[in-house]
């Protein structure tokens, strides 16, 4: 399995924290599973810089890669996944879902997702199901539409960008990088602050 994160300006840093801090690390991972190398693409390699003001120099370019059944995809939330300078990122995800590709995409992901009519037949979240209606003419897919922080429907993964910790508890789910007690008192650890599930995580690492 490889990981790839697409990186564009504006990029939402708080929203992948999570996620890419426990794929990289690899610290509760079962112990037959190594570290992630996260690849890092964008539509060219010019250096972005994110929301927070930190600057970063993506690996490759889209059209450099071979995607492959497994493999994980994270659309990260910016400012600019409404104009058309990632489309080109937009356009190849219908491809990669039939190819088995896992692709979890987060707050402003989701309304470039919507825009281009893949939340149409495919149960989903958002920042705001009328929100959606209201920005993306395309968007036909409120009837599975799902009230909660991240949903899950097959090799799609969609969360609210006010949900990084639910987002990167569903991926870690779709992974398996994790056994389920371990991504369980992970989540409660992270969620509830009690140190109790600190000892129930350091228990179930095997």
Same mark, same amino acid.
Request: charged share 25%.
């Given at each position: 399995?490889?990981? $790839?994160?697409?990186?564009?300006?504006?990029?939402a840093d708080w929203e992948i924290g999570y996620i890419t801090a426990e794929l990289s690390s690899g610290r $509760?991972?079962? +112990?037959? *599973?190594? +570290?992630?190398?996260?690849?890092?693409? !964008?539509?060219?390699?010019?250096?972005?810089v994110t929301m927070g003001g930190m600057t970063i120099i993506p690996d490759e370019e889209?059209?450099?890669?071979?995607?492959?059944?497994?493999?994980?995809?994270?659309? =990260?939330?910016? /400012?600019?996944?409404?104009?058309?300078?990632?489309?080109k990122i937009v356009d190849i995800v219908s491809k990669l879902l039939d190819k088995k590709v896992i692709i979890a995409a987060i707050c402003g992901a989701t309304l470039a997702l919507a825009k281009n009519g893949l939340l149409?037949?495919?149960?989903?979240?958002?920042?705001d199901k009328g929100y959606l209606e209201m920005v993306c003419p395309n968007y036909k897919g409120s009837g599975?539409? @799902?009230?909660? =922080? !991240?949903?899950?429907?097959?090799?799609? @993964?969609?969360?609210?960008g006010l949900a990084p910790l639910e987002f990167a *508890?569903?991926?870690?789910? !779709?992974?398996?990088?994790?056994?389920?007690?371990?991504? /369980?008192?992970?989540?409660?650890?992270?969620k509830n602050k009690e140190p109790q599930y600190f000892y129930e995580l350091m228990k179930s690492i095997r």
């Open positions: 399995m490889k990981v $790839y994160l697409y990186v564009l300006d504006t990029l $509760y991972f079962d +112990k037959d *599973h190594e +570290k992630v190398h996260i690849v890092k693409i !964008a539509k060219s390699k010019e250096t972005i889209i059209d450099e890669i071979e995607f492959n059944e497994g493999d994980l995809l994270i659309l =990260p939330g910016s /400012d600019n996944w409404m104009n058309d300078t990632n489309q149409n037949n495919r149960k989903h979240t958002s920042n599975l539409y @799902i009230n909660e =922080p !991240a949903v899950t429907d097959g090799y799609l @993964i969609t969360a609210t *508890h569903e991926i870690l789910r !779709a992974v398996k990088l994790m056994n389920e007690k371990t991504i /369980d008192a992970w989540y409660a650890l992270n």
